[in-house]
C-alpha cells in the first residue's frame, strides 16, 4: 500500500492508495489481510504468573527479617512464631491488588470498542463483528454508531463526529471527504480522518479503514497505557528506606549479641537461650506494627474521603496528595461540565440571559418575558431551534442518574433552553412535523429542517451568524415582521461580536413560510433565501461552580495549575480567565505541533512561565508530565477521556471524573471523583498533607517505644547481674497489641487550620527525617527508657532484691518506705519487675500519644476532646494492660504478675511527666522561632 498519508488523496486515490473499490473488499482479500494484519483487536502485555506476583511481597528486606524471626522461634515458641508469620502474610496481603492496574486498564480500553460494524464487502451491505475488520474495509456511518476502526471519509452527508474521548474537545468535529493539505496540526485534527472509539453525533457517510487495532490512534493509547511503570510513589520510597534501615540495624544488633555471647560468653547463657536473645534484640529493634499501623491509618483516611466524594483506589496515594506541587488539568468534563448550555440569548433587540447549567432543564430567563413585548418572540425562537435540531435529550435513568444528551452537544443545548421554557419536543413535533432536512454543509455553515403547518410548509434554519444574516431580508420584532435594514444588521454582528469575545459559540436562527410546493421546492436555493430573522444563541461549555474557589486555594496552597487541553488555544485561555487560572496578562500557549518541535531543555525553560497547553495529543500530555516530574515536582493529573488514560498513569496521582469520565480513565487513575466536583481535589490534597503531618506523629510515637524495647538487652549486655528487663512477648504486645491503638487514632487527627497556607514540600525532602528521629529516639524515647528503668530497679529495692542486681550496690543501701515494701522470692521479683517494666511502657506512651499530637502547638490550641479517637485508645491501652496483667490466662501467657495498687501511683505519674518534659520543649523551640 502507498505510503503518501491519505488525508492528502482525493476520494478516487484513496481507494487506489489501500488497494480496494467503493464496493469494499472480496471475501478473499479480507482473509488474507486479516492474516497479514491480525484481527481488530488491542493486544495485551504478557502478564507475570500469579505466584511470582505473590512472591514477590514477600522478598522486601523486613518480610524476610520476620520470616527468618519467625523459624528461629518455631524451635523455641510456636506460638510467638506464629504471630510473627501471621503479621507477615497479612502486610503482603495489603499490598498484592497492585499488580492489576495495568491490565485493568487495557480491558476497558477494549470494552469500549464496538462489537460489531457496518461494512461493505462484494458490494454487499453487511454487520461484521468489528473484530474482523482489516484496512481496506469501506464502512457505512449513520447517526449514532460508534466507530471501530480508524479511516478515511470518502463520502458525507453533513457527518460530525464526537470525539471527546480521544481530544477532549466537547463540540462535535465537522468531516468532509476533500482532500487536507495543512500543515503544522496532528493527525487527530485533519477533517476528513475518523478515528476508533469516537461516535457519529450527526449526518452519514462512508470510509476506507486504513488502521486496525494497535495501529489505531486508540491502539497507540492503549500502548502508552501499558507502557507507563507503576512507579513507587514517594511515599512507598520513603517507606522502603525506614524498612532497609530497621532492617539492617536489627540484623546487626542481633548479630552483634550472637557474636558476644559465642565468643566471649559475656551472658553466661545457653545456646538455645542466646539464640532467643539474639531473637529478642532483633524484634525489639523492628518496628513490626509500623506497616500495619500505617496500612489502618490510611484506610482510614480513604473512609473519610469518600464522604467528600472522593474514591481512592490505592492507599499509598493518600498521603502522596499531600506533596502535590503541580495539577495538570484537562478542560472540557474537569474544569467544565462537557454539557454546552445556552448562556444568552439575542432577540428582538433584546439580551437575555439564561441561568441553570447542563443538560437539566432547570433555569430562567432574565429579564423574564412574561408580559413582554417580545416574549413571543423568544417562543418563535425557541420553537425554531427545537425543531432545527437532531440531539435528544433523556431525562435521568438507572443507568445514568443525570439528564444526558445523544446527537451534538450544541443541539442539545438548544433543545434544553427552549425546555427551560416549557416547550415540549413531542407536542411540537405534533405541531410542526419535519417533512425534510438539508443538513449541514461546511461551505454552507448552516442546516435547514422543513416542517408541515396548518398554513403550509415553514423552514427553520440555524448555523453561522455572518452566513445565516446574509439570507434574511426580514425581523422578527415585537410580534411583527418587518424589513431588516442594516442598522438591524449592525446590531446583531455587534451584539455577535461581543459574544464571540465572551469565548461563547455563537448560532443564528431563522425562519422562512415556503410557498405551495413546486418540482424542487425543497433545494437549497429555493429555500434558504429570503429568511426571516428571530435571533441569537450564545451558549459554552460552562465551568464548573466549584473551580473558581479551588483555584484560589491552590494558589494559596502554593500549588500550580497547568491546563493541557484538545482544545482551542483561545477557547482555553478563556476558560482560564474565567476561572481565575490565570495570574499573567499574556500567557503563552504552546500547541502538540510546537511541543513536537521543542527540545527537552527547551521545554524545562518554557515550563518557568505561565503556559496554556492547547491542541495537545495523548503523547504530548504523556511527556508534559514527564517534564514537570523532571523539575522535582509531584504532578496530579484530572481527566475523563481515553485520551487523558497515559498521562494518569504517569502521573503521581491521576484523578478521574466519576459522572462523566469513561471507564478507560477511571481505571488508571489512582483517583475517583465521584461527584465530579472539582473542588474535591482541594479536600483530597488538604487530606493528604494532614495524613503526612499525621503519619509523622504515629511514627514518633511508635519509634519511642522502640528504645525501652531496645534498651533491656543493651543494659543486660552491657551491665553484668542486670536481669532482662522485657522479653519478646512483652515487646510484640506493645507493638501489635497497646501501641496500636493511640497510633491509629494519630493517624486520625483533623487537618490543622493553616495546612493550606504554606507551599508543598520537596519531592526529596524525608518523611522521617533527622528531627523525627532525634525527637523519638534520643528525647522522648529516652525519657521513657529511663522512667521504664526506675520503675524496674523500684521493684528490686521494694521487695528485699536490690543485691541481686550487682551494676548497682547502692541500690541495697537504700532504706525501703514502709508503705511500699513488698517481699518477694528473687524469683517473683524478677517476673513482677518485668510486669512493672512492661505496664511502665504503656503509662508512658499515654503520656507521649498527647505529646506526639503536634510537633509545636499545644493540645488545648488543638483540643483535648477534639479526637475522640485518641481518648478511646487510651482508654484501650488501659483496659489491655490491665487484663494481660490480672486476667490470668493472660497473666501466665505474657509471664506476668499481679501488680499491687500502690505501684500504680508512681507509674500514672509516668505519662504526665514525660509529657510536661515535652510541653517545656515545645515551649523553648516555640521562643527561640519568636
Excluded at 478515528?195 to 449526518?203: E, L, P, Q, R, Y
Excluded at 413571543?376 to 420553537?383: A, G, M, N, V
Excluded at 425543497?522 to 459554552?540: D, H, R, Y
Excluded at 483561545?570 to 500557549?589: D, F, K, Q, Y
Aim: contains cysteine.
Amino acid at each position: 500500500m502507498a505510503i503518501t498519508p491519505v488525508y492528502t488523496l482525493r476520494s478516487s486515490e484513496v481507494f487506489k492508495a489501500l488497494e480496494t473499490s467503493p464496493e469494499g473488499l472480496s471475501r478473499a482479500e479480507v482473509d488474507s489481510r486479516l492474516s497479514l494484519y491480525g484481527e481488530n483487536i488491542l493486544s495485551e502485555h504478557k502478564q507475570d504468573p500469579l505466584w511470582l506476583k505473590v512472591g514477590a511481597h514477600f522478598s522486601h528486606p523486613l518480610a524476610l527479617l520476620l520470616l527468618a524471626a519467625g523459624f528461629i522461634a518455631v524451635f523455641n515458641d510456636w506460638v510467638l512464631a506464629l504471630v510473627i508469620w501471621t503479621l507477615t502474610f497479612a502486610n503482603a496481603g495489603f499490598s498484592y491488588w497492585r499488580e492489576y492496574r495495568a491490565e485493568q486498564a487495557t480491558t476497558k480500553l477494549q470494552d469500549v470498542l464496538p462489537a460489531y460494524a457496518h461494512t461493505l464487502r462484494d458490494g454487499q451491505e453487511m454487520h461484521i463483528p468489528a473484530r474482523e475488520l482489516v484496512p481496506g474495509d469501506v464502512l457505512i456511518l449513520a447517526e449514532g454508531d460508534n466507530i471501530p476502526a480508524d479511516a478515511r471519509v470518502v463520502e458525507e452527508y453533513g457527518l460530525r463526529t464526537n470525539n471527546a474521548t480521544l481530544t477532549g474537545e466537547s463540540v462535535a468535529a465537522r468531516k468532509i471527504s476533500e482532500p487536507c493539505y495543512q500543515q503544522g496540526i496532528s493527525e487527530l485534527e485533519q477533517a476528513n480522518l475518523i478515528f476508533a472509539g469516537t461516535s457519529v453525533a450527526a449526518g452519514t457517510g462512508r470510509a476506507v479503514v486504513f488502521a486496525t487495532g494497535m495501529f489505531t490512534q486508540f491502539g497507540r493509547i492503549a500502548h502508552l497505557t501499558q507502557g507507563v511503570p507503576d512507579e513507587p510513589s514517594p511515599f512507598q520510597r520513603e517507606l522502603n528506606y525506614v524498612v532497609r534501615v530497621t532492617t539492617f540495624v536489627a540484623v546487626g544488633l542481633g548479630l552483634l549479641v550472637l557474636a558476644i555471647g559465642i565468643f566471649e560468653n559475656s551472658f553466661n547463657l545457653s545456646r538455645q537461650q542466646l539464640w532467643i536473645f539474639a531473637l529478642g534484640v532483633l524484634v525489639a529493634a523492628t518496628p513490626e506494627g509500623l506497616p500495619a499501623t500505617l496500612t489502618l491509618s490510611l484506610a482510614r483516611a480513604v473512609q473519610r474521603l469518600a464522604g467528600k466524594g472522593v474514591l481512592v483506589k490505592k492507599l499509598n496515594t493518600v498521603e502522596t496528595l499531600g506533596s502535590i506541587s503541580v495539577i495538570c488539568t484537562d478542560k472540557s468534563g474537569t474544569l467544565t461540565q462537557n454539557q454546552m448550555t445556552v448562556r444568552e440569548i439575542w432577540v428582538a433587540r433584546q439580551r437575555l440571559r439564561v441561568t441553570g447549567v447542563g443538560y437539566q432543564p432547570q433555569g430562567e430567563f432574565v429579564p423574564a418575558p412574561d408580559g413582554q413585548e417580545w416574549d413571543e418572540d423568544l417562543t418563535s425562537l425557541l420553537e425554531a431551534a427545537s425543531c432545527c435540531n437532531n440531539a435528544r435529550v433523556n431525562p435521568p435513568s438507572l443507568e445514568h442518574p443525570t439528564w444526558t444528551s445523544l446527537g451534538d452537544q450544541t443541539e442539545a443545548a438548544l433543545k434544553v433552553a427552549a425546555l427551560k421554557d416549557g416547550i415540549q419536543e413531542r407536542q411540537l413535533m405534533q405541531i410542526f412535523p419535519r417533512v425534510h432536512e438539508i443538513p449541514f454543509d461546511a461551505r454552507r455553515k448552516r442546516m435547514t429542517t422543513i416542517h408541515r403547518t396548518e398554513t403550509g410548509d415553514m423552514a427553520f434554519t440555524k448555523g453561522a451568524p455572518r452566513e445565516v444574516l446574509q439570507l434574511c431580508t426580514h425581523i422578527l420584532l415585537n410580534r411583527q415582521v418587518i424589513v431588516l435594514d442594516e442598522t438591524l444588521r449592525a446590531e446583531i454582528m455587534a451584539a455577535n461580536d461581543k459574544f464571540a469575545r465572551k469565548a461563547l459559540r455563537v448560532l443564528a436562527i431563522a425562519r422562512r413560510s415556503l410557498p405551495p410546493q413546486a418540482p424542487g421546492a425543497f433545494a437549497v436555493e429555493n429555500v434558504e433565501n429570503s429568511l426571516v430573522f428571530l435571533g441569537l444563541m450564545a451558549m459554552m461549555d460552562p465551568p464548573r461552580p466549584e473551580v473558581e474557589h479551588a483555584m484560589q486555594v491552590c494558589r494559596q496552597a502554593g500549588i500550580r495549575i497547568a491546563m493541557i487541553t484538545g482544545d482551542y488555544g483561545l477557547t482555553a485561555e478563556s476558560l482560564a480567565r474565567r476561572v481565575g487560572m490565570l495570574e499573567s496578562n499574556n500567557p503563552r500557549i504552546l500547541t502538540g505541533a510546537e511541543l513536537d518541535e521543542m527540545s527537552d531543555i527547551e521545554l524545562q525553560s518554557l515550563l518557568e512561565s505561565e503556559t496554556i497547553f492547547a491542541r495537545m495529543a495523548p503523547e504530548h500530555k504523556l511527556r508534559l508530565v514527564a517534564a514537570f516530574q523532571a523539575r522535582g515536582d509531584v504532578v496530579a493529573v484530572t481527566g475523563d477521556g481515553v485520551n487523558d488514560a497515559p498521562a494518569l498513569r504517569k502521573a503521581d496521582v491521576g484523578v478521574a471524573m466519576g459522572l462523566v469520565g469513561t471507564d478507560v480513565a477511571k481505571e488508571a487513575a489512582d483517583i475517583i471523583l465521584t461527584n465530579d466536583n472539582f473542588g474535591a481535589i482541594i479536600s483530597a490534597i488538604e487530606e493528604g498533607r494532614a495524613i503526612y503531618d499525621n503519619i509523622r506523629k504515629f511514627v514518633t510515637y511508635i519509634f519511642s517505644s522502640n528504645v525501652p524495647e531496645v534498651m533491656p538487652f543493651i543494659v543486660s549486655a552491657s551491665l553484668p547481674g542486670v536481669p532482662l528487663a522485657l522479653g519478646v512477648k512483652q515487646i510484640l504486645a506493645i507493638d501489635l497489641g497497646t501501641d496500636l491503638f493511640p497510633a491509629l487514632a494519630l493517624g486520625s487527627e483533623k487537618p490543622e487550620p493553616d495546612v493550606m497556607m504554606h507551599p508543598p514540600r520537596k519531592r526529596g525532602q524525608r518523611l522521617i527525617d533527622n528531627n523525627l528521629l532525634l525527637r523519638a529516639f534520643l528525647w522522648l524515647g529516652m525519657i521513657e527508657a529511663v522512667l521504664c528503668f526506675g520503675g524496674f530497679f523500684t521493684v528490686y529495692w521494694f521487695s528485699g532484691n536490690a543485691g541481686a542486681i550487682g551494676a548497682l550496690p547502692w541500690l541495697a543501701q537504700l532504706p525501703i518506705p514502709a508503705f511500699f515494701a513488698n517481699p518477694l522470692s528473687p524469683a517473683d521479683a524478677q517476673v513482677m519487675a518485668v510486669t512493672v517494666f512492661h505496664a511502665g511502657v504503656v503509662m508512658a506512651q499515654i503520656g507521649n500519644a498527647f505529646a506526639c499530637r503536634s510537633e509545636t502547638n499545644r493540645n488545648s490550641q488543638l483540643g483535648w476532646a477534639s479526637n475522640r479517637f485518641l481518648l478511646l485508645a487510651v482508654s484501650l491501652e488501659v483496659l489491655s494492660i490491665f487484663l494481660m496483667v490480672y486476667f490470668p490466662p493472660l497473666a501466665e501467657a505474657f509471664e506476668h504478675q499481679a501488680i499491687p495498687p500502690k505501684f500504680w501511683i508512681g507509674l500514672a505519674f509516668f505519662g504526665l511527666i514525660l509529657y510536661s518534659l515535652e510541653w517545656i520543649r515545645k515551649q523553648a523551640a516555640r521562643l527561640r522561632a519568636g
